[in-house]
C-alpha cells in the first residue's frame, strides 16, 4: 500500500483537499520507491473524504502514477453507511476495470454487499474479530449477541446453515455460557464464525456474480436481516 493519510470526519474541505494532495504526493514517492519482484504489487489509495470531486480528482491522479490495484481509503469513519455508498457511486466507476478495487477498513455484512453491487472487490476489516471478542456474532438472520439472556436455554445451533465449529459443535446456550462465563474459549468460537461467515458471504456474492445475479442476492440479503 502506498502511504497516505487517513482525513479526519468530519472536516473542512480545505483540510481534506489538502489532506488528499498530500496522500497523491506520498503516492508517487511511493510508487517511485516500490522494488517490481515477482508475487508483490503496489495500490494507490483514493482519498478525498466526502467530496466527489476531490475524490475523482485524486482517482485520475493515481491512474496517471500507475498502479497495480486501487484501494479506496477514508470511508467508514463516521460518515454513515448512506454517505459511504454515495462516495462510492461517484469514486468505483472512475477506477479501472481490469485492476482490483479494495475498500479499506469496511465493514458489516450489509457494507459489504453494498459495496460489491458497487463494484468493489476486496476488503479489509477487524469487525470479525472484534465482534467475536465481544459475543457479537454474524448469521444468515442477522446479528446475535450470545449475551442476551434469551439464549440461555436454546438449544439450537447459532446459525443451522453454517458449518464451523461453534454451530456443528455447540448450542446457543453454551455459547451463551461460554461469553456469561468469559470463558476464552467464547471469544476463540465466535470469532471462527463470524470469519466462516464473511468466507461463505463472500463465496456466495462471487457466485452471484459468475450467474448474473447479484441483484438477487443483495435483495434476498436484505431481506433476510
Excluded at 34 to 56: A, N, S, T, W
Excluded at 73 to 93: K, R
Excluded at 144 to 165: G, Q, S, W, Y
Excluded at 192 to 211: P, V, W
Aim: charged content about 20%; proline content about 6%.
Amino acid at each position: 500500500m502506498a502511504l497516505d493519510e487517513c482525513t479526519p470526519y468530519p472536516a473542512p474541505r480545505e483540510a481534506v483537499e489538502s489532506s488528499m494532495e498530500l496522500s497523491m504526493r506520498w503516492a508517487e514517492r511511493s510508487r517511485r520507491a516500490f522494488v517490481e519482484r515477482p508475487g508483490h504489487g503496489m495500490f494507490g489509495i483514493v482519498q478525498g473524504g466526502v467530496h466527489p470531486d476531490l475524490r475523482l480528482r485524486s482517482a485520475a491522479r493515481l491512474i496517471e502514477i500507475g498502479f497495480d490495484g486501487y484501494a479506496i481509503g477514508g470511508l467508514a469513519i463516521g460518515e454513515g453507511q448512506t454517505t459511504t455508498f454515495a462516495v462510492l457511486d461517484a469514486t468505483v466507476p472512475a477506477l479501472p476495470e481490469a485492476r482490483p478495487r479494495y475498500l479499506m477498513g469496511v465493514g458489516k455484512p450489509a457494507d459489504l454487499v453494498g459495496a460489491v453491487l458497487r463494484g468493489v472487490d476486496m476488503f479489509d476489516c477487524v469487525l470479525p474479530t472484534r465482534s467475536g471478542r465481544t459475543a457479537q456474532a454474524f448469521t444468515r438472520c442477522g446479528t446475535v449477541n450470545l449475551r442476551n439472556a434469551r439464549h440461555a436455554d436454546d438449544p439450537t445451533p447459532l446459525d443451522p446453515e453454517c458449518r464451523c465449529p461453534a454451530c456443528v459443535g455447540y448450542s446457543r446456550a453454551y455459547l451463551h455460557h461460554l461469553c456469561r462465563s468469559g470463558e476464552i474459549l467464547g471469544s476463540m468460537l465466535l470469532t471462527a464464525h463470524n470469519l466462516r461467515y464473511y468466507a461463505d458471504l463472500m463465496a456466495a456474492m462471487r457466485a452471484a456474480i459468475e450467474t448474473g445475479s447479484l441483484a438477487d442476492f443483495a435483495a434476498a440479503f436484505e431481506s433476510s436481516q
